[in-house]
């Protein structure tokens, strides 16, 4: 059964650091990788979308990385600034061949970035 | 061009009671997903349509029905509604090849009292 991991659970920083999103996943057989935004009490935002035959995905001042052997993802964010605070959720989707996998989501990390 | 959109934006039902949502997927998108997510929570999958019918289902008792129509929109009813269904209900959208990205409504948020 696939377990989507995110660590740490909430994150706070100052304005301006640069920072780093986990996401582990302990089935190595996905289809892709979503990374997602989600604002308190509203839906999800799409950041990024990595296939399993891609290593990373840049928009903007973020980057995903995505290791699929080892189970490991990472979201760099660079510059943070208030507006960034959110939640940032982790989700795979499994490659069961035929039809479409379904997403399995992470816990989310919480992110307060500080003016 | 409108994203996917969902509604009502917020309810309140009864224990014991029935409650349908609604989905309007994005232009050009074939398949919806439902997902719940309580508090704190990731989403967690209920079931997903495609060419109207049933594709797939998380683990949700069959309290959790739902449909979509020909014109692509879907609806999720849940029946004898109990405290524990309170949550936000998202609907996601995406086109029938399965590379793509899934898209995110606002979701609509129930509580059961």
């Known amino acids: 059964k696939q377990e989507v991991t995110q660590i740490p659970a909430a994150l706070s920083v100052p304005e301006g650091e640069n920072l780093v999103l986990n996401c582990s996943f302990t089935d190595s057989a996905i289809y892709n990788l979503q990374w997602f935004r989600q604002d308190p009490g509203k839906g999800l935002t799409s950041l990024l979308l990595?296939?399993?035959?891609?290593r990373e995905q840049t928009s903007g001042r973020l980057n995903a990385s995505l290791d699929k052997s080892s189970g490991r993802s990472t979201l760099y964010i660079a510059a943070s600034q208030p507006g960034d605070s959110a939640t940032y959720l982790c989700?795979?989707?499994?490659?069961?061949?035929?039809?479409?996998?379904?997403?399995?989501f992470g816990k989310g990390t919480k992110l307060s970035v500080k003016p | 061009d409108a994203g996917v959109t969902q509604s009502p934006t917020h309810l309140i039902k009864t224990r014991g009671q029935q409650v349908t949502l609604r989905c309007s997927p994005k232009s050009g998108h074939d398949t919806v997903s439902w997902y719940q997510q309580a508090l704190g929570q990731g989403p967690q999958f209920i079931f997903q349509y495609y060419e109207e019918e049933e594709r797939q289902r998380g683990n949700f008792p069959d309290r959790f029905s739902g449909h979509q129509f020909p014109n692509y929109s879907s609806e999720l009813n849940v029946n004898a509604l109990l405290l524990g269904d309170s949550a936000l209900y998202l609907c996601?959208?995406?086109?029938?090849?399965?590379?793509?990205?899934?898209?995110f409504g606002p979701g609509t948020r129930l509580t059961v009292t």
């Open positions: 990595i296939q399993s035959s891609q």
């Open positions: 996601a959208s995406s086109p029938g090849d399965r590379s793509h990205e899934q898209y």
């Open positions: 989700a795979v989707k499994g490659d069961y061949g035929g039809s479409q996998g379904n997403l399995i």
